[in-house]
């Protein structure tokens, strides 16, 4: 009995603690085209901006970031008819900011990630890859540019790059 309660205000301490960190969360559906090598394809992003926090003294600020990415197949003629992977992709890093929040530009950003992926392509050859992103925030939608490839690391590949329109709310 004694261990069953003990369990039971662990899970209440852990859920007490996720609402807190929930409670400054900011959650981005985003989906849009892809472009690489001559060819467009469809891709999907789900995203969390967590709590700002100031860059020392400066006016930068910076955000922890995570997103969970899908970037669709191509089947291309170009290359013998072969069908590319659909590639999954799992990202963290930091989104950063510049100004006061009331400042007209403080909603614009810069995103930079390092991401694990499932599934290959001409585009996307490596395990790892690199997300950056540029962008625009409101209260509710976002607009971003964003470009993944390994940065030459492990060989080079091409890298995918999108534009990305995104529906945003805090839980």
Excluded at 33 to 38: C, E, F, L, P, V
Aim: aromatic residues 12%; charged residues 15%; proline residues 2%.
């Amino acid at each position: 009995m004694r261990s069953s309660l003990l369990r039971s205000a662990a899970a209440l301490a852990l859920l007490g603690l996720s609402c807190t960190a929930l409670a400054d969360t900011r959650l981005e559906i985003n989906g849009g085209s892809s472009y690489s090598d001559g060819y467009w394809t469809s891709t999907a992003w789900v995203e969390g901006v967590f709590g700002e926090h100031a860059i020392g003294n400066s006016r930068f600020t910076w955000s922890p970031d995570a997103s969970l990415g899908f970037v669709d197949g191509r089947n291309l003629k170009r290359y013998g008819n072969a069908v590319s992977d659909d590639v999954w992709l799992l990202a963290g890093g930091a989104r950063f900011h510049y100004g006061s929040p009331g400042d007209w530009y403080h909603h614009l950003y810069w995103t930079t990630q390092v991401a694990a992926q499932a599934g290959r392509t001409l585009a996307l050859s490596s395990g790892g890859e690199f997300v950056n992103s540029l962008g625009w925030q409101g209260n509710h939608w976002s607009f971003q540019v964003r470009h993944v490839s390994n940065g030459g690391f492990k060989g080079s590949n091409r890298g995918e790059t999108m534009a990305l329109v995104g529906l945003a709310f805090n839980p």
